[in-house]
């Protein structure tokens, strides 16, 4: 039996379909090393700082972005150094005098590391980042920042949290 033309166009659609599409692997490869390439040009800019979820940081308006530093994190009940805790809070509170001998030796022992292997020698341009809550006490964080000075840190950061200048207007007005 003769086929019809239509019946030989429908067997070569359908023989077309049989075979399945292709994919232009070249195209994707270009489209994912562009993607690498923001990935790996954007992520240099973020400074993470530990985040404690007992802690409620204060607001600020500051412009400068965290760098990468000694992290001092003063919890309810500890004093914790780039992730170690080192000293109770209520003992440092108890203790006489502006200095805390164990986070003093802790902060001297984070001299060494490789984080500010460039302000080595500088006492001036080596930085410390305080994360506090809101609410602990002056003498505590003024005797943080006394042991901070006696170990050789000649910058201190208080960590915050960067609020909008229109917020701050907002709460101003609100005074």
């Known amino acids: 039996m003769k086929m019809s033309a239509r019946a030989k166009r429908m067997d070569r659609r359908h023989s077309k379909a049989k075979k399945g599409g292709s994919l232009n692997l070249v195209s994707l490869m270009d489209i994912f090393t562009i993607l690498v390439f923001f990935l790996l040009v954007n992520s240099s800019d973020v400074e993470v700082l530990p985040n ?42 108890q203790q006489s005098g502006n200095s805390i001998p164990e986070l003093k030796a802790a902060l001297l022992r984070q001299n060494d590391r490789v984080l500010r292997r460039t302000a080595e020698d500088d006492v001036a341009n080596r930085e410390v980042t305080i994360m506090g809550d809101r609410d602990i006490p002056y003498r505590l964080l003024k005797k943080v920042m006394a042991t901070c000075t006696d170990s050789d840190y000649g910058r201190i950061s208080l960590a915050v949290l960067q609020k909008s200048s229109d917020q701050l207007g907002e709460l101003a007005a609100n005074r």
Do not use: C
Not at 52 to 80: F, N, R, W, Y
């Open 52 to 93: 404690a979820k007992e802690i409620q940081l204060p607001e600020s308006i500051a412009e400068e972005k965290a760098k990468e530093t000694v992290v001092i994190l003063i919890g309810d009940t500890d004093i914790i150094v780039q992730g170690t805790p080192v000293a109770k809070v209520d003992d440092v509170m």
